[in-house]
């Protein structure tokens, strides 16, 4: 029989301590890691959709099936497969109760003055939602999870999702023209300009209306929003009438303007913006078999 030194009770019950020190540590970072609030996602959906005509009468636009689903529910499922399964955000006005009734595990922000306002103020309703980083989405876009998993993975602060094939999609769109594209020129992966007004032959892509901005980005964001807000609430600013009607990707510019770095990730055409009834059709007939593909 082996006898048992002094020794060797004592390097047992170190090697006890030592384990059992490296399981309270794991399940404190098992804790910790749980408590991480984290990064949103924000549908920004607050407006009708007047183009898209009688499929909005009644209901909002992110309503509308594509492949016998809403356009929410491709949204949803994007964001989910990328990572972004709690804590998603919803933007609504027209029609927000039938929304809140539909999808009860959502997060709402009422911009209850949508008629007034647009992209931009619109996605500020959310700003309570934002310190910890978020992915927003324009709600009228179909798009794959690929592309939130590249730009969550992109270490810039903001990451726009751009569009690099976008003017074979504007082949068969005869309702909305090239010149309403939000069309960007890229050196690198940073974005050097975005503009409506931008010469197509002149852009690298097209903005889809997905976003990404870390906490920094967010912080920088909501920074230069309200400098510019303080100066042009109710006043003209750069090509809105009024601040309020501005587009984000007004900010985005003056961003860039003011030396912010605002990276980007393609989708390689992997999107659909349906704003008109012709881009419905064109939706429904090219989508399902992008997606099974």
Known sequence: ??????????????????????????????????NIPAMKAIII????????????????????????????DWT????????????KVFIGGYQIDQIKRDYPNLTFAHNADWQNNNILLSLMHAEPYMDQGFVCAYSDILFLDTVVRDA??????????VDTRWRERYADRTQHPEHDAEKLSVTGDRVKEIHRGMPSEHADGEYIGVAKFTPRGAQLFKQHFH???????????????????AYLILLFQEMIEQGVPIHFV??????????????????NRDWPG????
């Open 1 to 34: 029989m082996k006898e048992i030194s002094h020794r060797d009770t004592e390097a047992e019950a170190f090697s006890q301590v030592e384990n059992t020190s490296v399981s309270l540590c794991l399940c404190g970072l098992f804790l910790l890691f749980d």
């Open 45 to 72: 959906g607050a407006g009708r959709g007047a183009r898209l005509k009688a499929m909005t009468d009644n209901q909002p636009k992110c309503y509308a099936t594509v492949g016998g689903r809403r356009i929410l």
């Open 76 to 87: 949803l499922e994007a964001f989910d497969r990328a990572g972004l399964e709690k804590d």
């Open 152 to 161: 969550i993975n992109h270490p810039g602060d903001i990451v726009l999702c």
């Open 227 to 245: 400098r510019i807000e303080r100066e042009y609430a109710r006043k003209p600013w750069r090509e809105a009438k009024v601040f309020e009607k």
């Open 266 to 283: 393609p989708t390689h055409g992997d999107y659909i913006e349906i704003d008109t009834e012709e881009d419905y059709a064109l939706a």
């Open 290 to 293: 992008k997606v099974a593909g």
